[in-house]
């Protein structure tokens, strides 16, 4: 089962950037497609972006396209996603969860992935 641990989260003003890291340990064999979700009090979990980690290519939920960007480092044997967040508004209120799946297939949608980490607080203040 493969472990995620995400950091980075935090409070800052509207406009403002976070850069969020997860790092995913205890991958046997390999993972196809990383994503993180977000979810806001009382709203359904929403994807903000899918990248596929043999090839880099993404995907990005419309409520942060072209505010987000997703990243991956696979340096050292261990998987680290990043997610930069740029111009935020307090709309992005919200968890953020990183989120893997170990097949290259149905990589979009939340209930596709079984593997979560315990989320990162992102507060956006007007």
């Known amino acids: 089962q493969v472990h995620l641990e995400e950091s980075g989260g935090g409070s800052v003003e509207a406009g403002g950037s976070l850069r969020l890291s997860c790092v995913a340990s205890g991958v046997s064999y390999g993972v196809g497609c990383m994503a993180w979700f977000r979810q806001a009090p009382g709203k359904e979990r929403e994807e903000v972006a899918v990248i596929f980690t043999a090839n880099g290519i993404t995907y990005y939920g419309d409520s942060l396209k072209g505010r987000a960007t997703v990243s991956q480092d696979n340096a050292y044997a261990k998987t680290t996603l990043f997610l930069q967040l740029n111009r935020l508004k307090p709309e992005d209120t919200a968890i953020y969860y990183c989120?893997?799946?170990?097949?290259?297939?149905?990589?979009?949608?939340?209930?596709?992935?079984?593997?979560w980490g315990q989320g990162t607080q992102v507060t956006v203040s007007s």
């Open positions: 989120a893997a799946r170990t097949s290259t297939t149905s990589c979009r949608g939340a209930t596709n992935y079984k593997d």
